[in-house]
T-cell receptor
Framework: EAQVTQNPRYLITVTGKKLTVTCSQNMNHEYMSWYRQDPGLGLRQIYY???????DKGDVPEGYKVSRKEKRNFPLILESPSPNQTSLYFC???????????????FGDGTRLSIL | DAKTTQPTSMDCAEGRAANLPCNHS???????VYWYRQIHSQGPQYIIHGLKNNETNEMASLIITEDRKSSTLILPHATLRDTAVYYCIVRRGRFGAGTRLTVKP
């Protein structure tokens, strides 16, 4: 089954303790992206990757890191989490996002992070 | 930088057509219009997309004005399960707050 898998689904942790949220897709998609969703603000893009070893900042990249060492995985890293990073996070992937053949995004089920 | 404007909320009677508008007056010539929806806190689900022609699939129809400055998503026979937040986007990564559609019995 084609899917985007995020782990963990839920996490409660404390300020300053490094954490990684994994994202994996099995559709051989080139494009992957991370979003956060907060009440009243919709989805805001954190980072995206057009392909392996290519990553770019989205609208709200501060406090986050990403890597794209292989096509299927796009982990989101919080080196020193703070309470303002408490949010619902979504990973998404798309076959491609440029040119006339660009395709819609497929989203994971979300990761709810609480930073105390 | 293409931005979209959508009403905050809308209601629709079950079985009737739901027409959700979106304004994207700064859209560029090669930017597509995409519609997604999000039910509760699940991951957004793709509905439909188009460039300048009207489009229809098994879920919905998309009507894009000739000048491409606005579009309308049409759910022809809304059901209670269509209650969700609907997002219109024209630029990769820019989702906005969307329209909360409530389908009522």
């Amino acid at each position: 089954e084609a899917q985007v898998t995020q782990n963990p689904r839920y996490l409660i942790t404390v300020t300053g303790k490094k954490l990684t949220v994994t994202c994996s897709q099995n559709m051989n998609h080139e494009y992957m992206s991370w979003y956060r969703q907060d009440p009243g603000l919709g989805l805001r893009q954190i980072y995206y990757s057009m392909n392996v070893e290519v990553t770019d900042k989205g609208d709200v990249p501060e406090g986050y890191k990403v890597s794209r060492k292989e096509k299927r995985n796009f982990p989101l890293i919080l080196e020193s989490p703070s309470p303002n990073q408490t949010s619902l996070y979504f990973c998404a992937s798309s076959l491609r996002m440029v040119g006339p053949l660009h395709q819609p995004q497929h989203f994971g089920d979300g990761t709810r992070l609480s930073i105390l | 930088d293409a931005k979209t404007t959508q009403p905050t909320s809308m209601d629709c009677a079950e079985g009737r057509a739901a027409n959700l508008p979106c304004n994207h007056s700064t859209i560029s010539g090669n930017e597509y219009v995409y519609w997604y929806r999000q039910i509760h806190s699940q991951g957004p689900q793709y509905i439909i997309h188009g460039l300048k022609n009207n489009e229809t699939n098994e879920m919905a129809s998309l009507i894009i004005t000739e000048d491409r400055k606005s579009s309308t998503l049409i759910l022809p026979h809304a059901t209670l399960r269509d209650t969700a937040v609907y997002y219109c986007i024209v630029r990769r990564g820019r989702f906005g707050a969307g329209t909360r559609l409530t389908v009522k019995p």
